[in-house]
């Protein structure tokens, strides 16, 4: 009986459509006269697909304030000033990838490969922490000594030191410390130590845990 009323109810509908449509104005369906004035196509193809995977990881890897005084506003603000937050880059003096590092700092922390490194951006990010471990554990009286005094105009921290000795490495930054900012080395680009003292002050790297032997390990 249901059955029977759908069809009485389909059929009659079905002969109005096909009528309807066979007296519609053939103008109409005139792909000439037809028009999208006046209707909103902005349709863009996402910016996230337009972009190479390489063009993406320095997207989404460069420095953001919105990151703040954390450690990760540390480590990505380092990163920026070293290479604009690229994986891929290699300098003109062949420092590598996102934090810049030399060859012999790698090998200091177990890398021996440096075309390894240089693709593999999980690698790097433990090259930075290992590095930034060992650095804090060679400064660690440094750190206890100098953090919070006034040096060349520039309030010593923890951050400061850290961003100093990846810039110039530890010694560097002991020489600066100890002579009470006269001692102030500078890397072949002209950025000094006193610089990175002052450019990276005042971040949270209590995380870091000193560690003498650090190294990196997939």
């Keep these: 009986m249901i059955k029977s009323n759908i069809k009485n109810i389909l059929l009659p509908f079905s002969i109005c459509l096909l009528l309807a449509i066979s007296l519609y104005p053939d103008s109409a369906l005139n792909p000439e006269t037809y028009s999208t004035e006046g209707l909103d196509l902005n349709y863009n193809i996402s910016e996230d697909i337009a972009m190479t995977a390489q063009e993406?990881?320095?997207?989404?890897?460069?420095?953001?304030?919105y990151l703040g005084k954390s450690f990760e506003g540390?480590?990505?603000a380092l990163a920026f000033k070293e290479s604009r937050g690229n994986y891929f880059t290699v300098n003109s003096l062949g420092y590598l990838g996102k934090y810049q590092f030399g060859k012999e700092t790698l090998k200091l922390l177990?890398?021996?490969?440096p075309n390894q490194f240089l693709y593999n951006?999980?690698?790097?990010?433990?090259?930075?922490?290992?590095n930034i471990e060992r650095n804090k554990w060679v400064l660690r009286k440094d750190i206890s000594r100098f953090e919070g005094k006034l040096i060349s105009g520039v309030k010593i921290t923890e951050s400061g030191i850290l961003a100093a000795a990846h810039l110039a490495g530890p010694g560097s930054v002991k020489k600066f410390l100890r002579s009470y900012g006269n001692a102030n080395s500078s890397d072949a680009y002209g950025a000094t130590v006193k610089t990175y003292m002052k450019t990276f002050s005042g971040y949270d790297t209590s995380m870091i845990i000193p560690d003498k032997k650090a190294r990196v390990t997939l």
Excluded: C, D, R, V
């Design 110 to 113: 177990g890398i021996y490969t």
């Design 56 to 65: 993406q990881s320095f997207k989404y890897n460069m420095f953001t304030p």
């Design 121 to 130: 951006p999980e690698l790097q990010e433990k090259a930075f922490i290992a």
């Design 74 to 76: 540390f480590k990505e």
